[in-house]
């Protein structure tokens, strides 16, 4: 089990299940014969026997008691090395970067593990110190893209070489270790799992040219010297914590030459158009963009915000971090500092603002991550009540439902003015309530209708038709509408039919594929309406309440 | 807080040795005395009649009470000498007992610490201290015994390799194996949704009956596999309790479970449906409910109509045989014949106006006396012309000439058969007509002759329960439809021909193209099969429009149309070209779905028939009326 595991080998699913199952159709798992002899010729399970060999003596020399014994044996007791069989499953490095994801989650998970029982105390350091080294590179090449705080833990999602790289980490609490899980399983993956992060760390690390094992830059290690205090009396633990700390630079092998960033010549690609070349070249941009959002800011942390997740947010858009002194070491400066342009907190009130920072939850600083731009700050002020945490994982396709939120944001994105929309909303709103017998026709089209003027338009025959149908019959109106949709009607009714009946000539197989797309298109849709209609019923009772609560304030 | 005190020697005067030893004084609580002296009388406890207020003004008064203590072997009060208290004040602060004890003095060797040059002892060394020690001998030569068997290995050196280099430093792009290839990369987590955050917008969050049904159901075949909840802000964010389990299930799942790649089909549902030729590119068809023919009271179960398509006639449950205008939906007459009208049938001769009427155990033979008057009349004529043979031949039914009163009703000829009747059909030429009887018997069928009122047994033996018989409309060929298989048999060599498999449950009625090389038959498990006859044995094409079973299909005289009634209460109008050209296969198209009938008795279309010249189709339904669609 623990060879496969390492290896990497899975069952496979036989394409005749009775017929190589002899018969029965039992559930049962098959492996590929030709997996079973790979893993025989492995030279690890040689080394395998050696150490079930090293233990079984221990154990003998433990019983008769003979210390000399058991040195000598603990000094020769056999290790292992997965390297060639993490160079065999990844033949690429871009192959390991792939598989990434599942080695990180699993490493933070086992950073996060207490010290006691479980598993091997090395096992827990290795994997704090593989993680804090990976967030390190992260924050050096400013690669995370989308961060997400789900209630299960922080998803972080980063483009390492291309490749998206997606990992969760569990909120800083202490584990109830459940009994149904089995670690051993969990434990060798993590074995294996180190070792690949550790050169996967390596080769990251030189491509930026970075020293491996990291170090801080000299520069800011002497800043950091007096902040050190006597409790860190073991240099290498100070030494990862410094590094946890994730507030100072590494050191590099080639110091960084001043304006590093060299223009990249262009390569026109052949057959590619000069539109193609432009979105591209305006993706690069935006990318950029993205990458140096939180640059020339200064943020404080509060003492009772999580430190690392936002201190590596924060980092890896280029904005500069501090926090108390007695919370962690790492602090560069101090509450008082006046140039601090965001203090992040997370109470409902604060006792003394000072005059000329922004006082944040710390929603703000992922929703401004996600959204690719600075949010405006009103709506996370602290005590605020905070509009929701969008998932950035979702592009929602044709026929999704989707978040009014999310509407507001892209709106936002494409650079529209967040008062305007919001006010166009609410008018736009009040008239649906005062008119709610219009069609529906008019309705959309107000909807995909977006520049200003043509709402104005809109809105001056929108007044228009109200007073002419003040003026005459509604009756009349509604007679002329119906006779010419009918016509439309009596059309796509037609077709409707055609559609039916063509339908029933199907052959039984494609009738079937067609009947199961057909159901999941729809199952889709149903789903979608209820989540609108939820949505609309919450914001009726929302609305409804703060007319009361109006009322009563008049009152 | 008091150490024992051992009895000292100079305290009491009156010297009393208690020998009861170092036990627990408790144990002579409740005794007079407590011990016994060295001559062995008892030692009496001292009289102690001290209450608290005793204790109390003793403390106050006597000076020295705070040295007096009880000596618990005897029960005395012994007041403490200075010597005695100094000891306790000592021992308290953990000095010496002994006042005059120097823990402080210079200590002073047994031995000196320097080598000297002189033995201690005088006496000569031993011979062993000469020689080697043979137990070291042999100790030291096991161990040589050892390295050269070879049990016993150096040290291995610590290597000092660093943990982690470059591994992807020379990528050979030979090193990535078939293996690699053919490996199936384990799918990645899915990604969050909205509902996965920590504050959700709130249409998102499981209203309450939602939630009651998620903890119902069971955990793996929830969508979800947790509950959104919406937290106020970041600090209120509890752990999830199932990380460590969800990872753990992840785990499994990369080595446990199988892997294989599914193709998923990514087809656009409109490409699909196949291409057929527009409905209204294949007029004429019924379309729309003209006309309406109402007056049955129960479930009409057949239908016909006569050769000129001007009359039209119907029997029902209701034991009347109505006769209709089809023009004008008019009931020219109705005939009652006493018992539930299970088939009718109009002579395809247009010269010949006579009716063949299924009434239970008899085929009634009626003139309608409807159109031409010429025409009925010469049918009459060419009845009553029948001339007895001279030798009466054994029939197996029996021709009776119908009475009066019957006749001046219509009825000219009633053919009575032993058992209950099933069907009754006309051949082509309209001189014989064949008719089914509800039996198990070989004499399910029988071919009747008009002209000379005779009537035969086909078949020598029964192959299974007949459901429907049919002439050739061209060929001396006749149809036995029975439950799965339809026989055909060619009635001039007597032998069977072909025998088409159905590939249905239950065959419920059949009819011909009249061009005589398609067949169709409807069934009971709501299928229509259409055979070719010169292409195979089996339906060429299998036809499953209608959701309940099929009562009754028709062809088309002319047209290419054929329909099917079923118990959904829709008559299926289907374009059925068969072309001249033997290799093009016939081309079927649905082009209507006509409704109209009320379902009753979860029965809805009984009968259907075409309109011989019009491209017009009747259906008769179980809720008692005969429609018109044109």
């Given at each position: 089990?623990?060879?496969?595991?390492?290896?990497?080998?899975?069952?496979?699913?036989?394409?005749?299940?009775?017929?190589?199952?002899?018969?029965?159709?039992?559930?049962?798992?098959?492996?590929?014969?030709?997996?079973?002899?790979?893993?025989?010729?492995?030279?690890?399970?040689?080394?395998?026997?050696?150490?079930?060999?090293?233990?079984?003596?221990?154990?003998?020399?433990?019983?008769?008691?003979?210390?000399s014994t058991v040195d000598r044996l603990k000094d020769n007791k056999p290790t292992y090395k997965l390297?060639?069989?993490?160079?065999?499953?990844?033949?690429?490095?871009?192959?390991?970067?792939?598989?990434?994801?599942?080695?990180?989650?699993?490493?933070?998970?086992?950073s996060t593990f207490p010290r006691t029982g479980k598993c091997h105390v090395q096992t827990i350091q290795l994997c704090r110190r593989l993680a804090v080294e990976f967030l390190n590179y992260v924050i050096a090449s400013r690669s995370l893209r989308k961060v997400f705080l789900s209630i299960k833990?922080?998803?972080?999602?980063?483009?390492?070489?291309?490749?998206?790289?997606?990992?969760?980490t569990p909120y800083t609490f202490a584990h109830d270790h459940p009994?149904?899980?089995?670690?051993?399983?969990?434990?060798?993956?993590?074995?294996?799992?180190?070792?690949?992060?550790?050169?996967?760390?390596?080769?990251?690390?030189?491509?930026?040219?970075?020293?491996?094992?990291?170090?801080?830059?000299?520069?800011?290690?002497?800043?950091?010297?007096?902040?050190?205090?006597?409790?860190?009396?073991?240099?290498s633990e100070s030494y990862l914590e410094k590094l946890s700390a994730l507030s100072a630079s590494l050191a590099r092998v080639v110091a960084p030459t001043h304006e590093d960033e060299v223009e990249i010549d262009e390569f026109p690609v052949e057959g590619e158009t000069a539109e193609q070349m432009d979105a591209r070249k305006k993706e690069q941009e935006a990318l950029e963009k993205h990458k140096k959002l939180f640059e020339g800011l200064r943020f404080f942390l509060n003492r009772e915000v999580p430190r690392e997740p936002l201190a590596f947010v924060i980092r890896c858009f280029g904005g500069q971090v501090s926090w108390d002194k007695s919370l962690c070491i790492g602090a560069t400066y101090d509450v008082s500092d006046p140039s601090i342009t965001h203090q992040i907190v997370d109470r409902p009130r604060v006792e003394k603002q000072v005059v000329g920072r922004y006082y944040l939850q710390p929603q703000w600083v992922f929703d401004s991550v996600n959204a690719k731009l600075c949010l405006p700050v009103a709506d996370y002020f602290p005590g605020v009540l905070l509009p929701p945490h969008l998932s950035?994982?979702?592009?929602?396709?044709?026929?999704?439902?989707?978040?009014?939120?999310?509407?507001?944001?892209?709106?936002?994105?494409?650079?529209?003015?967040?008062?305007?929309?919001?006010?166009?909303?609410?008018?736009?709103?009040?008239?649906?309530?005062?008119?709610?017998?219009?069609?529906?026709?008019?309705?959309?089209?107000?909807?995909?209708?977006?520049?200003?003027?043509?709402?104005?338009?809109?809105?001056?025959?929108?007044?228009?038709?109200?007073?002419?149908?003040?003026?005459?019959?509604?009756?009349?109106?509604?007679?002329?509408?119906?006779?010419?949709?009918?016509?439309?009607?009596?059309?796509?009714?037609?077709?409707?039919?055609?559609?039916?009946?063509?339908?029933?000539?199907?052959?039984?197989?494609?009738?079937?594929?067609?009947?199961?797309i057909m159901f999941g298109k729809k199952r889709k849709v149903r789903e979608a309406n209820k989540l609108a209609a939820k949505r609309k019923a919450h914001d009726t009772a929302v609305k409804e309440e703060k007319k009361k609560s109006k009322k009563a304030r008049r009152a | 807080p008091c150490p024992p005190l051992t009895p000292l020697p100079s305290a009491p005067l009156q010297d009393i040795r208690n020998t009861v030893g170092n036990i627990p004084m408790e144990w002579y609580q409740d005794f007079p005395h407590i011990g016994y002296d060295l001559e062995g009388k008892r030692i009496y406890k001292p009289i102690r009649n001290k209450d608290e207020l005793d204790v109390f003004l003793e403390k106050m008064e006597n000076p020295d009470y705070w040295r007096t203590v009880q000596d618990k072997m005897t029960g005395a009060d012994i007041k403490l000498t200075d010597e005695q208290v100094d000891l306790v004040h000592r021992l308290q602060k953990g000095q010496f007992g002994d006042v005059h004890f120097d823990p402080y003095e210079p200590a002073v060797d047994f031995f000196t610490h320097e080598v000297m040059i002189h033995p201690v002892t005088n006496r000569p060394a031993d011979k062993r201290s000469f020689i080697p020690s043979l137990i070291e001998k042999e100790k030291v030569s096991k161990l040589v015994h050892a390295i050269k068997m070879g049990w016993i290995k150096p040290r291995k050196p610590k290597d000092d390799t660093p943990t982690y280099y470059d591994l992807w430093a020379h990528e050979d792009p030979n090193s990535i194996l078939g293996r690699h290839k053919m490996h199936v990369p384990a799918p990645k987590m899915k990604l969050p949704g909205h509902e996965e955050s920590y504050n959700p917008p709130p249409e998102y969050l499981l209203s309450e009956e939602e939630k009651l049904a998620w903890e119902q159901q069971e955990p793996a075949e929830r969508k979800l596999n947790f509950v959104p909840q919406q937290?106020?802000?970041?600090?209120?964010?509890?752990?999830?309790?199932?990380?460590?389990?969800?990872?753990?299930?992840?785990?499994?799942?990369?080595?446990?479970?199988?892997?294989?790649?599914?193709?998923?089909?990514?087809?656009?549902?409109?490409?699909?449906?196949?291409?057929?030729?527009?409905?209204?590119?294949?007029?004429?068809?019924?379309?729309?409910?003209?006309?309406?023919?109402?007056?049955?009271?129960?479930?009409?179960?057949?239908?016909?109509?006569?050769?000129?398509?001007?009359?039209?006639?119907?029997?029902?449950?209701?034991?009347?045989?109505?006769?209709?205008?089809?023009?004008?939906?008019?009931?020219?007459?109705?005939?009652?014949?006493?018992?539930?009208?299970?088939?009718?049938?109009?002579?395809?001769?247009?010269?010949?106006?006579?009716?063949?009427?299924?009434?239970?155990?008899?085929?009634?033979?009626?003139?309608?006396?409807?159109?031409?008057?010429?025409?009925?009349?010469?049918?009459?004529?060419?009845?009553?012309?029948?001339?007895?043979?001279?030798?009466?031949?054994?029939?197996?039914?029996?021709?009776?000439?119908?009475t009066t009163e019957e006749h001046s009703k219509g009825i000219r000829l009633v053919v009575q058969h032993s058992k209950a009747l099933k069907q009754v059909t006309w051949h082509g030429k309209g001189d014989y007509f064949a008719s089914v009887v509800s039996d198990n018997s070989n004499m399910q069928v029988l071919i009747h002759q008009t002209s000379k009122?005779?009537?035969?047994?086909?078949?020598?033996?029964?192959?299974?329960?007949?459901?429907?018989?049919?002439?050739?409309?061209?060929?001396?060929?006749?149809?036995?439809?029975?439950?799965?298989?339809?026989?055909?048999?060619?009635?001039?060599?007597?032998?069977?021909?072909?025998?088409?498999?159905?590939?249905?449950?239950?065959?419920?009625?059949?009819?011909?193209?009249?061009?005589?090389?398609?067949?169709?038959?409807?069934?009971?498990?709501?299928?229509?099969?259409?055979?070719?006859?010169?292409?195979?044995?089996?339906?060429?094409?299998?036809?499953?429009?209608?959701?309940?079973?099929?009562?009754?299909?028709?062809?088309?005289?002319?047209?290419?149309?054929?329909?099917?009634?079923?118990?959904?209460?829709?008559?299926?109008?289907?374009?059925?070209?068969?072309?001249?050209?033997?290799?093009?296969?016939?081309?079927?198209v649905p082009v209507k779905v006509l409704k109209g009938h009320v379902l009753t008795l979860d029965l809805g279309v009984l009968d259907v028939l075409f309109h011989p010249t019009q491209p017009w189709v009747f259906s008769s339904g179980a809720d008692g009326t005969v429609r018109l669609y044109t």
């Open positions: 089990r623990r060879l496969c595991i390492l290896k990497g080998i899975y069952p496979h699913e036989p394409k005749h299940k009775k017929k190589v199952n002899k018969g029965s159709t039992a559930a049962r798992t098959f492996y590929l014969l030709k997996d079973i002899k790979f893993l025989l010729h492995e030279p690890i399970v040689n080394k395998f026997r050696e150490y079930k060999v090293f233990v079984r003596k221990l154990r003998k020399a433990y019983g008769k008691s003979e210390w390297d060639h069989i993490v160079k065999e499953r990844y033949p690429t490095f871009i192959d390991a970067l792939r598989d990434l994801d599942d080695a990180l989650s699993m490493c933070f998970l086992f833990g922080i998803y972080y999602q980063a483009e390492v070489l291309g490749q998206p790289v997606t990992w969760i009994t149904d899980v089995d670690y051993r399983v969990m434990a060798t993956f993590t074995e294996f799992y180190t070792t690949l992060l550790g050169f996967v760390n390596f080769r990251l690390y030189h491509s930026l040219n970075l020293l491996y094992p990291p170090k801080i830059d000299g520069q800011a290690d002497v800043e950091l010297k007096p902040v050190e205090g006597k409790e860190y009396a073991m240099d950035p994982f979702v592009t929602e396709q044709e026929g999704d439902y989707v978040p009014p939120e999310k509407l507001k944001l892209l709106a936002l994105q494409r650079g529209e003015n967040p008062g305007d929309v919001r006010l166009q909303d609410e008018e736009s709103e009040e008239e649906e309530e005062e008119e709610d017998d219009n069609d529906k026709d008019e309705e959309e089209e107000e909807e995909e209708d977006e520049s200003e003027k043509e709402e104005e338009m809109k809105l001056k025959r929108m007044e228009e038709q109200k007073t002419q149908s003040n003026k005459a019959l509604p009756v009349k109106v509604t007679a002329g509408k119906l006779r010419l949709e009918d016509k439309q009607r009596l059309e796509q009714e037609q077709q409707s039919e055609e559609k039916r009946l063509a339908i029933m000539m199907m052959k039984k197989r494609e009738k079937y594929l067609y009947k199961k | 937290y106020r802000c970041l600090r209120a964010v509890p752990a999830y309790s199932r990380f460590i389990h969800e990872r753990f299930e992840r785990c499994l799942d990369l080595y446990l479970c199988p892997r294989q790649r599914k193709m998923r089909v990514n087809v656009d549902p409109e490409d699909l449906i196949p291409k057929l030729p527009k409905p209204r590119d294949l007029q004429p068809f019924p379309t729309t409910l003209a006309l309406v023919y109402c007056g049955h009271t129960s479930l009409v179960r057949c239908l016909s109509i006569s050769p000129s398509g001007q009359w039209l006639v119907s029997g029902s449950d209701d034991c009347t045989v109505r006769f209709w205008e089809v023009s004008t939906a008019r009931c020219m007459k109705t005939l009652p014949v006493g018992g539930v009208v299970k088939s009718v049938a109009w002579n395809p001769n247009p010269t010949v106006c006579l009716v063949a009427i299924c009434v239970e155990q008899s085929v009634l033979l009626v003139n309608p006396c409807l159109g031409d008057k010429l025409l009925y009349g010469a049918t009459d004529q060419l009845l009553e012309s029948y001339v007895a043979p001279e030798e009466e031949r054994v029939q197996p039914v029996q021709w009776v000439v119908a009122r005779w009537s035969q047994n086909p078949f020598r033996k029964s192959k299974g329960l007949v459901q429907c018989v049919l002439f050739h409309p061209i060929r001396p060929y006749f149809f036995v439809a029975t439950q799965r298989y339809v026989r055909v048999y060619n009635l001039l060599k007597q032998e069977l021909t072909k025998k088409l498999m159905t590939n249905c449950k239950w065959v419920s009625s059949m009819a011909i193209h009249p061009g005589g090389d398609n067949v169709i038959c409807g069934s009971y498990d709501s299928k229509l099969a259409w055979f070719d006859l010169d292409l195979s044995t089996r339906p060429y094409q299998l036809l499953r429009h209608h959701k309940k079973a099929l009562r009754s299909v028709a062809f088309h005289k002319h047209y290419p149309l054929f329909a099917s009634g079923s118990d959904d209460g829709t008559v299926i109008v289907c374009h059925g070209m068969v072309y001249n050209d033997l290799l093009q296969n016939p081309l079927l």
